[in-house]
Antibody, heavy 120, light 107 residues
């Protein structure tokens, strides 16, 4: 059964960094790209970026360019989101999600979400 | 960048009602549109991709239509399990973008 399991909740101070992990189970880790989406409390979905699990190619949303880095570790079938210079408005649930079909930017398997709270 | 606009933002309906949710793009995205359902505290779940293709796990009361800049998600007969928030997402080009969401609640 394919699934994505994310790391636990984080509490950070403004200006700090956070690294969220997303471990994929099942076969074919390098077949399907992974995207990251966040959702602030009571708000909608915001796309952050995408990474190829095959060659590490990335594409970032303009709002996050320079402040986030997406990486993967094939040996542990894990994807990572690192965000720097955290602000209070970065408080949100962060989701990873896997492509529906290879190369299709529609997402069927989602992690359970990781709550990141930024507060002084 | 492509902007996605959903309407209405909130919709009150009863079990058995037909529900239509609209999603508009500010430029053509052909048929590269997906619909998701999200319930509180849960991640989104894909319903439809390529504007009208139903995910195999989704009941047939859900359907999608449209192309270009205007799309519709239809629930033919609303069931209790369908009260949720629905999002459209364009994947014609980067940056990917979601609509603002439509909350379907009980009338």
């Amino acid at each position: 059964q394919d699934q994505l399991v994310q790391s636990g909740p984080e509490v950070k101070k403004p200006g700090a960094s956070v690294k969220v992990s997303c471990q994929a189970s099942g076969d074919h880790f390098t077949t399907y790209g992974i995207t990251w989406v966040r959702q602030a409390p009571g708000q909608g979905l915001e796309w952050m970026g995408w990474i190829s699990t095959y060659d590490g190619k990335t594409n970032y949303a303009r709002n996050f360019q320079g402040r986030i880095t997406l990486t993967t570790d094939k040996s542990t079938t894990t994807a990572f989101l690192e965000m720097r210079s955290l602000r209070s408005d970065d408080t949100a649930v962060y989701y990873c999600a896997r492509e529906y079909k290879s190369g299709w930017l529609v997402f069927d398997y989602w992690g359970q979400g990781t709550l990141v709270t930024v507060s002084s | 960048d492509i902007q996605m606009t959903q309407s209405p933002s909130t919709l009150s309906a009863s079990v058995g009602d037909r529900v239509d949710i609209t999603c508009r793009a500010n430029q053509s995205i052909s048929r590269w549109l997906a619909w998701y359902q999200q319930k509180p505290g849960k991640p989104p779940k894909v319903l439809i991709y390529q504007a009208s293709s139903l995910d195999r796990r989704v009941p047939s009361r859900f359907s999608g239509s449209g192309s270009g800049t205007e799309f519709t998600l239809t629930i033919s007969s609303l069931q209790p399990d369908d009260f949720a928030t629905y999002y459209c997402q364009q994947y014609n080009e980067y940056p990917l973008a979601f609509g603002g969401g439509t909350k379907v609640d009980i009338k």
